[in-house]
């Protein structure tokens, strides 16, 4: 980064501008800690760390977001909501249950992979 005066002296231009600042890209991104997409639902009591996504499908035609956890839970959102919450992130982020949200519980193990098998029954459609 250059500090460069308001008026310029022809005379000084020989030597250049000195640098008052220097970084890289790679510093720069290394600075960031964006949040995950699901992380204000992913907080354990007592804990700092937050579950890990281990698997996840959107399902373009419901507009939702699924991700299976390591605990073995699975959380549906809608993607639209979830993604405003990470972009804006507005006051609504610390109230209780936001984004709007199911929890599945019932694996025992890491979720490693989601099926969502449109078309097959309509079952699976739940509106």
């Not at 500090?3 to 002296?9: E, M, R």
């Not at 909501?81 to 992130?89: E, G, H, K, R, S």
């Not at 006051?91 to 019932?106: K, Y």
Request: proline share 8%; hydrophobic share 35%.
């Amino acid at each position: 980064i250059w500090n460069i005066p308001d008026s310029l002296d022809k005379e000084n231009m020989t030597e250049g501008l000195p640098v008052t600042t220097s970084t890289s890209l790679q510093e720069a991104f290394s600075k960031l800690h964006p949040a995950g997409i699901i992380d204000q639902l992913s907080f354990i009591p007592n804990s700092d760390e937050p579950l890990k996504v281990t698997a996840s499908v959107y399902i373009p035609a419901h507009g939702r977001l699924v991700c299976g956890r390591e605990d073995g839970s699975i959380v549906i959102v809608p993607a639209t909501q979830t993604a405003i919450v990470q972009l804006l992130q507005d006051e609504h982020m610390c109230r209780r249950g936001w984004p709007p949200h199911r929890t599945l519980r019932g694996h025992r193990n890491k979720v490693t992979c989601l099926l969502y098998p449109h078309q097959v029954s309509s079952r699976y459609d739940q509106r």
